[in-house]
């Protein structure tokens, strides 16, 4: 079992989702060649999880100009992803493709899966374009997260990876000041 996910290549995967009204398939190969953020919750017609989705889906161009897809992930059917999508006005925004995981495998993978609840824990994976992870948070089942703040991870990860000599401090956003360590700013910031 993995237990430092930084810099490690996901898996291969096949998975069936719900995306724009159709069901369809999506695997590690389509994912590559873009930045991608796997963003696990616990269930379809639950509570917190609407709020979180509907969050992602409000921002999804931010993502999208940023070269990046949102990757939904729950232990749901991608036939339950369609019923919630036609029942929930939050959902029937989603633009991002749905994946349905019911076997757990990518929950397995990414290690999230309470294998007594058969629930995946709300975590969040930014993954680069060569399929690589470069961020990651897990929290427990109740505790909702913004999509400002991966959309900020993201920009932050995206500009380390480009710029290998700089550094993004604590609520970077992009144009604002980074840091270029040196011996120069030790026990100066």
């Known amino acids: ?4 996910f930084i810099n490690q ?22 994912t590559l060649g873009k930045w991608g953020v796997y963003f696990f919750y616990p269930a379809d017609f639950s509570f917190v999880c609407p709020t979180e989705l509907g ?3 409000d921002h999804y161009i931010d ?6 897809e949102i990757y939904s992930v729950s232990e749901d059917s991608e036939f339950v992803h369609k019923a919630w999508a036609e029942a929930t006005d939050i959902i029937a925004k989603i633009k991002y493709p749905m994946l349905a995981d019911p076997a757990g495998k990518l929950a397995r993978f990414f290690n ?11 975590a969040v994976f930014i993954v680069n374009p060569e399929g690589q992870i470069q ?11 913004n999509a400002e703040e991966i959309l900020r991870t993201l920009e932050a990860a995206q500009f380390v990876s480009e710029h290998g000599d700089r550094v993004c401090p604590a609520n970077w956003h992009p144009g604002e000041d980074t840091i270029t360590p040196s011996l120069d700013l030790v026990g100066k910031l």
């Open 1 to 4: 079992m993995i237990t430092n």
């Open 9 to 30: 290549e996901i898996a291969d995967f096949s998975v069936n989702a719900y995306h724009n009204g159709d069901v369809t398939s999506v695997t590690k190969k389509d």
């Open 55 to 57: 969050d992602l889906a």
């Open 63 to 68: 993502f999208q100009k940023a070269n990046t």
């Open 112 to 122: 999230v899966l309470d294998e007594e609840a058969g629930l995946a824990f709300r």
């Open 135 to 145: 961020s990651y948070t897990i929290n427990n089942m109740g505790i909702g997260r």
